[in-house]
């Protein structure tokens, strides 16, 4: 059975950073896309990043471009999302999501309704 599980959020101060990672069990990452996605409270969903493991392609919105990474291992069957210089806004329940194809990206947003596979979510709060 496939499972994602997500882990590393946590507070952290404006400027400071924290890495995700998102565990994959029952299933190999290969071919998969791994989307990272956010939704605060009383907003939409909102598609952060993605990684096509079948060609390495990786994507960003624009908030969060030269900020954010997201990154592979494969040996741990495991993608990462490290988050450095972040900022108030984004605060939000971040979530891992797995769907058998490559990142569906269309005019620079990374659509959450391909995705059919979710994490439980991690919370990451950025306050002073």
């Known amino acids: 059975q496939l499972q994602l599980v997500e882990s590393g959020g946590g507070l952290v101060q404006p400027g400071g950073s924290l890495r995700l990672s998102c565990a994959a069990s029952g299933f190999t990452l290969d071919y998969y896309a791994i989307g990272w996605f956010r939704q605060a409270p009383g907003k939409e969903r909102e598609g952060v990043s993605c990684?096509?493991?079948?060609?390495?392609?990786?994507y960003y919105i624009n908030s969060v471009k030269g900020r954010f990474t997201i990154s592979r291992d494969n040996a741990k069957n495991t993608v990462y999302l490290q988050m450095n210089s972040l900022r108030p806004e984004d605060t939000a329940l971040y979530y891992c999501?797995?769907?058998?194809?490559?990142?569906?990206?269309?005019?620079?947003?990374?659509?959450?309704?391909?995705?059919?596979?979710w994490g439980q979510g991690t919370q990451v709060t950025v306050s002073s």
């Open positions: 999501a797995a769907e058998l194809a490559v990142c569906p990206v269309k005019g620079g947003t990374i659509s959450y309704q391909a995705f059919r596979s």
């Open positions: 990684i096509s493991t079948s060609d390495g392609n990786t």
